[in-house]
């Protein structure tokens, strides 16, 4: 039988963890995976303002960066799975329900390391894209496995600039340093390994203060860190935007 008892603290977690933290895109500096979105989310806030038109959003969840974008005439939303603001459910590995080169811009933020088929997933994307449309994507390299069991690839930049060919590359960056890396990956361990049993999950919500501000400090230190970390070879994130070539004239 259930823990009822355990079910209702469960579930009194999580609001109470937003409302003290944030949640996504606007996670505080306190909350434990500030620092693998924070680069992101500056980046996004500031590109996404300079487009608009028709745009796609793949893996779209609840949509959290719709308002960011500027003047946009249609914007939809696919995933794998239905919710609130998915307007669209579709299937791995079957074609996408959308016309062909209808959209202006491509969104798919932290969502191709999940992708089973992912060849067929860009083909789509260049199918249902204009000519001269957008492609934004960004995907993790360091990070746990994470949406297990459909977690299934990392890519470097030098693999991110390789998976649309073809396509002209605006923006490819990396987000990070060794200092940001250590910390989410220290920060997700503890709320993995509080996340288990009934007892590590009850000693979870009697030491959120001491976890809340535990994750301030190794976040501040983790910005130090990369602060002085001139590697370039240990980042957590990559954010690639590219340009689908305009058809030539015959």
């Known amino acids: 039988m259930a823990n009822t008892s355990w079910s209702a603290l469960g579930r009194l977690y999580r609001p109470v963890y937003d409302a003290l933290c944030g949640r996504s895109p606007h996670e505080r500096p306190w909350h434990f995976q500030w620092l693998s979105t924070l680069h992101l ?13 028709r745009v796609l959003d793949v893996g779209c969840g609840d949509k959290p960066y719709r308002a960011w974008f500027g003047a946009v005439s249609e914007y939809v939303g696919i995933d794998v799975a239905p919710g609130p603001a998915v307007d669209i459910v579709v299937t791995q590995g079957e074609p996408w329900p959308l016309p062909d080169g209808h959209y202006d811009v491509v969104l798919s933020t932290q969502v ?64 990070g340093g060794i200092g940001s890396t250590l910390v989410i990956l220290l920060l997700n361990w503890i709320d993995a ?12 919500g009697l030491l959120l203060p001491v976890f809340v501000v535990l994750s301030l400090l190794l976040n501040l230190i983790g910005l130090a860190l990369d602060a002085i970390d001139r590697t370039a070879s240990f980042y957590s994130n990559v954010l690639l935007v590219v340009r689908k070539q305009r058809m030539c004239a015959s």
């Open 41 to 53: 989310h500056k980046r996004l806030c500031a590109l996404l303002a300079g487009y608009g038109g």
């Open 112 to 175: 191709i390391e999940h992708v089973d088929n992912l060849e067929f997933a860009l083909a789509q994307i260049t199918r249902v894209l204009k000519p001269g449309g957008l492609v934004i994507l960004s995907f993790p390299f360091l990070y746990n496995v994470h949406g297990a069991p459909f977690d299934y690839r990392r890519f470097t930049h030098y693999g991110a600039g390789k998976l649309l060919p073809g396509y002209e590359i605006l923006h490819l960056e990396t987000q």
């Open 193 to 204: 390994a509080l996340s288990g049993s009934v007892i590590p999950r009850i000693l979870k």
